[in-house]
């Protein structure tokens, strides 16, 4: 694939038609949608939210697009901005591994205050949605871990991308057009890795959304840019380190083949490194051979790189807690609800019983464990010996995702609001992206 | 120094008061202001122009700020991003070599918008910039020409944190507030050269200076941002190419020795490669010695980096002619004023006389000539034989500088109006920033 050829790749998918897009990343992505605005909500007290509401807010504007936990409307870029940064606030939104990075976070918010200000449907927001989080895994995967290992966050640049690519078919740009909006777009896409842990973090999503709007917003009205920006010599790939070989490995991706199913969404409230091991628990929980108080040791085996980053082994505080693998396994089996944000309190270290279980879990590092795996081994007082696989990135049945991100949002939301929230998406083809986004509010 | 120590060494600068600012580098400043807005009212008329305050028209929202060309006030985020790209449209504003960028147009944005926000005066305006563009200065030195040559614009990103620096000041944020703000933009600040010759050019500029507001303005409200986004392991510096000793370039400047001091501005609407060679023309023009219409020859020795950029030999446009050293020398002999922009016709490339005399021109690179110099040789009809050195970098009259910035005003915006700016100017310290502001309207 020549250099031009990958951004006529990338156009052909965002140009794809409704009844060509593929029925299984269709489906994840209403469930995306209803993942997102859930933990956007949940996270729509946090702080940083305040502050950037505030911010957006002072400004003011035409009343176009809903913001996050309030009753204002606002400019759709200022919605994007807003939204995006909320929305990624408790860092509890889906993943793509491939992408490297959180589809919704970047592309939802600026697909949706897109949809609100076309009056676009509930059907045209989330194929909008789709074509361009497929853009951006595919450019994701161009810029590959180099890109990520230099100090780049690819949920905010690639997904800057995504963002303009959605923003793009809702506001009708033609493929010239949209063809601008993504040179101009590539001056814009920025985000780094340094951020996480602090506010910059959830930032960098919102800042990815609000360029879609603006990179789309200006080459609708006959912007141009450098028809290189992408590609060429100086361009964006070149200059922020997409591996070398990256065009090959989509050039021979149908447009139609998408990558973006894979998506996985975070089911638990904790750092992405335990959930293997927490699904693996919760299967060996669920056995009836499983002697859940008189449990003599837990062996869970992972990939080594997570050592470094979420093996705590006295956690001090419920932040933590999200990075320790023996508390977290020790919640697991006294029944904690780890898909619930509450269940992180700081008190919950001091707990007797849950000390005495961690003190009883061993992590080990093991090279032929993938990144997205575990083996967990229980051995209880009489010498019963149960073991467990479990890999993320294991096919998954879309009806029991389903009925476990409801799960998930009724843990954050309460029950109701998440049952309103199921039937607005489940009836997504009957309604506007305006009476999506309503949920939206506080 | 440290990479921390950096961005003390910034934030030193940024908040120097008042009267440590030196006089020199102040002065500077003031002529900046008045050739930035000469240049942003002579670039209003652009399309781009148009599609920008279109763009954020569409959205509206507080009146805070003035919009170059218009009598619309809009939020301050919004009047930069539409001033900057505006103002930078014609490409005709001020550069600063060891930055290598163009401080004005990133910086002045930003600064202007933000103190209509907060009805500061016009003094604290441009000191404001001063200290924005001597921290764009410093950092783009610490970028160097590595981060150049890598495909980065510095004009917008160096400037973003120059923008920062300003609005910051204007706002009033203590310094743990501009160290989160820097933190903040290092995630935002971005531009590509590719996107030289196009409208995405200009955007960089706009962009840098509205991501100054937004990173001061959120940084105000108390967000947070990595402390070592800016230069540690994984920050903007090293993801973004900038030279491995790029911080021991600035680390014995004194915080008040401003290297913005030696800004340059452009008196000629062409190309900046050609300048040098337009002074000496101007400067053997003069001399009673000139046989202006019996020359033989003219002979132009120029750093040969320029050969590729600005040595068309037969100009089709009048955009080419910009860029082409034979058909420029022939016009400054001619007695046509570089200065206004309407010289540049395409049906100046028509003209035998012109052309005859183009044809005489001889263009001979020249490694001993540094990128800022000439030196021109004219031969007359008689076998006089006439020279004249110039460097674009060797100090400057100011007063001069303000008369020939005056001559430049007058040429594109009228006598009237470019005295009115001037006097405005010249009184700026019995001015608010907002009366200062009103010369950008239509």
């Not at 989330?126 to 161009?142: K, N, P, Q, S, T």
């Not at 949209?178 to 951020?195: I, M, P, T």
């Not at 091991?277 to 051979?289: D, G, V």
Request: glycine letters at 8%; one cysteine or more.
């Amino acid at each position: 694939m020549t250099q031009s050829a990958l951004l006529s790749h990338i156009i052909e998918v965002a140009g794809l038609p409704a009844n060509r897009l593929p029925a299984a990343a269709r489906q994840m992505a209403r469930l995306s949608l209803f993942d997102w605005i859930t933990v956007s909500v949940a996270g729509a007290d946090q702080p940083l939210a305040g502050m950037i509401r505030d911010f957006v807010g002072a400004d003011g504007g035409t009343a176009t697009a809903t913001i996050v936990g309030s009753d204002i409307r606002l400019p759709a870029r200022a919605a994007a901005l807003a939204n995006g940064t909320i929305s990624h606030a408790l860092d509890y939104d889906d993943t793509h591994f491939a992408y490297i990075g959180h589809p919704s976070v970047a592309i939802y918010p600026a697909a949706l205050a897109a949809a609100e200000d076309v009056g676009a449907s509930g059907t045209d927001l989330v194929d909008a949605f789709l074509v361009g989080a497929e853009a951006a895994c595919r450019i994701g995967m161009v810029l590959g871990r180099d890109h990520y290992d230099a100090g780049f966050h690819q949920t905010a640049t690639s997904g800057a991308f995504g963002a303009t690519v959605a923003a793009s078919r809702l506001y009708g740009l033609d493929a010239a057009a949209l063809r601008a909006a993504l040179g101009l777009v590539s001056s814009r896409a920025s985000g780094l890795k340094s951020q996480f842990g602090t506010m910059g973090k959830p930032f960098n999503a919102g800042a990815a959304a609000a360029n879609g709007i603006e990179a789309a917003g200006l080459a609708r009205r006959g912007f141009t840019a450098a028809d290189d920006a992408f590609d060429g010599p100086q361009s964006f790939l070149v200059s922020h380190h997409a591996r070398p070989d990256g065009a090959a490995l989509i050039k021979d991706l149908d447009s139609t083949q998408f990558v973006f199913a894979d998506v996985r969404h975070k089911l638990h409230a904790c750092c992405h490194g335990t959930h293997a091991m927490i699904e693996a628990l919760l299967l060996l929980r669920a056995m009836p051979a499983c002697h859940r108080d008189q449990i003599a040791q837990i062996r869970v085996h992972t990939a080594p790189r997570w050592l470094n980053v979420c093996d705590i082994k006295t956690p001090r505080t419920g932040l933590e807690i999200k990075f320790s693998y023996v508390f977290l396994a020790a919640m697991v089996m006294r029944g904690v609800n780890l898909a619930a944000y509450d269940s992180y309190d700081d008190r919950a270290c001091d707990d007797p019983a849950l000390q005495a279980l961690a003190a009883r879990v061993e992590i080990i590092g093991d090279d032929t464990i993938a990144d997205s795996g575990t083996r967990v081994e229980i051995v209880c007082d009489d010498n019963t010996h149960l073991e467990q696989s479990f890999d993320l990135l294991a096919p998954l049945d879309p009806d029991q995702l389903g009925q476990r991100l409801l799960a998930k949002s009724a843990a954050l939301l309460g029950d109701e609001r998440a049952a309103d929230l199921w039937a607005t998406i489940t009836n997504l083809d009957h309604l506007s992206a305006a009476e999506i986004a309503r949920q939206l509010r506080r």
